[in-house]
């Protein structure tokens, strides 16, 4: 949604840590995979990096970013999280530190987090509706 605005290299440190979210839980849902996907065609992506860096090393990257895309990164993680509608403990630690790390504050944290929420809640709705 916002991640073409992005610099190549905040690009790629974001889609760094969308894929390590992805597999905090040891699980990649059909969902997430679907979402991963859309990120690489919005940010014109094409995945010839490397995906094994630390996540600190992508969090200095993100770090340089000023506050509304920091925000706008921490969203599209947590809508990532809760794409297959199983917000797992590992995920919502890593975002937790995630967001303390590149200082987005509990209150911003809690705010996008019930926006990813109803958003996937209200695709998930919508795909059944058109579905019927």
Not at 1 to 7: D, I, N, P, Q
Not at 104 to 114: A, F, I, S, Y
Request: proline share 1%.
């Amino acid at each position: 949604m916002f991640l073409h605005e992005l610099s190549n290299d905040a690009k790629q440190s974001f889609y760094k840590l969308a894929y390590t979210v992805m597999n905090s839980d040891n699980k990649a849902t059909k969902e997430e995979l679907k979402i991963l996907k859309l990120y690489e065609k919005e940010m014109a992506l094409t995945i010839d990096f490397d995906l094994d860096n630390t996540i600190e090393e992508e969090l200095k990257v993100i770090n340089t970013l000023e506050s509304s895309d920091k925000k706008k990164i921490y969203f599209e993680l947590m809508t990532l999280a809760y794409s297959d509608h199983d917000y797992a403990k590992e995920e919502k630690d890593l975002l937790t530190m995630i967001g303390n790390h590149i200082n987005v504050g509990p209150g911003d944290q809690e705010t996008l987090r019930q926006c990813a929420e109803n958003l996937t809640k209200t695709y998930k709705t919508l795909s059944v509706t058109f579905n019927k």
